[in-house]
């Protein structure tokens, strides 16, 4: 009998097959996952920002990420992913000890197509043998396109026919996400009338409290152990039936569909495996 697993700060199971993903610590160096921990009012962010430009004058895009807090603290971090067409095509994992902030750029190919990146900036305090943290969301798009010779990018369409692109990429967008549900709903019973379905993207700063509506706090711990366990899962690599790892790269941007005491979290890896998760809130 297939069963719902739980996406948890202990582990990820996969359900196509039944197995675990266990966090790898060896991998990650000192610092083992962007961990959930009760948020202090010491921990402030001056600055928790992601940014995707063009440069125009080369054949890249810029990626840029940034956190800065008002004093320093135990641990800075930010963890940041790139998608192309909804499809992972980056990553940035960052953190120091003792500093208040960081600083990374990357320039990708510029390749036509729609760029976003989602990023978790985490500052982490400890005082009298207790920890606290406090993490900020931030993102940017960017679609670029070729005009014969010249490359054109847009954050948001200006005219007719950037308008018309966009609608039909998001008209795709769509179909794709219905048929992802639709293999999702064959490997495990589902109502998705039952949930509010929205990508990882549209989950932001100012969306927390509307996703999810149960107050601040709890809003907040349910925020930051998603982002725990998609760290995981996208540091760690994503383990198959066969017991084979299977890199994040390429996987499709975390869709979420939220209930009324869980979420649901449904990913496909590059090689079209289905990957279905549950989070108790």
């Known amino acids: 009998m297939r069963k719902l697993i739980y996406l948890s700060t202990l582990s990820f199971i996969l359900l196509v097959g039944i197995l ?44 840029t990420v940034d956190s800065q807090l008002q004093n320093s603290v135990y641990l800075i971090q930010h963890f940041s992913l790139l998608y192309k067409n909804n499809r992972l095509v980056g990553m940035i994992n960052h953190w120091k000890n003792n500093e208040q902030s960081l600083s990374d750029r990357r320039t990708p190919e510029a390749v036509p197509g729609f760029y976003q990146s989602l990023t978790v900036h985490q500052g982490e305090l400890h005082s009298d043998d207790k920890i606290f943290g406090k993490e900020i969301l931030s993102e940017s798009r960017l679609f670029l396109y070729q005009d014969g010779e010249i490359r ?70 349910i925020t930051g152990r998603l982002w725990e366990g998609i760290y995981r899962m996208i540091v760690g690599g994503i383990e198959t039936q066969q017991g084979r790892t299977v890199p994040a790269a390429g996987s499709t941007m975390p ?25 108790l809130f």
Do not use: C
């Open 20 to 63: 675990i993903l266990t966090g790898r610590f060896s991998w990650f160096g000192s610092r083992p996952a962007i961990t959930w921990f009760p948020e202090s009012e010491q921990i402030v962010f001056e600055k928790a920002e992601t940014r995707l430009r063009d440069l125009p004058d080369s054949d890249q895009i810029e990626w």
């Open 152 to 221: 054109h990018a847009f954050t948001v369409p200006k005219d007719i026919r950037e308008k018309k692109m966009w609608a039909g990429y998001m008209k795709g967008q769509k179909e794709r996400q219905k048929q992802l549900i639709f293999q999702a709903q064959k490997i495990a019973r589902f109502n998705p009338a039952d949930y509010r379905i929205v990508p990882l993207s549209e989950l932001t700063e100012q969306s927390i409290s509307q996703l999810f509506p149960f107050g601040k706090v709890k809003a907040e711990r």
């Open 255 to 279: 869709l979420l569909l939220i209930g009324k005491d869980h979420l649901l979290l449904i990913v496909e890896t590059a090689d079209h495996q289905i990957v279905l998760l549950k989070q």
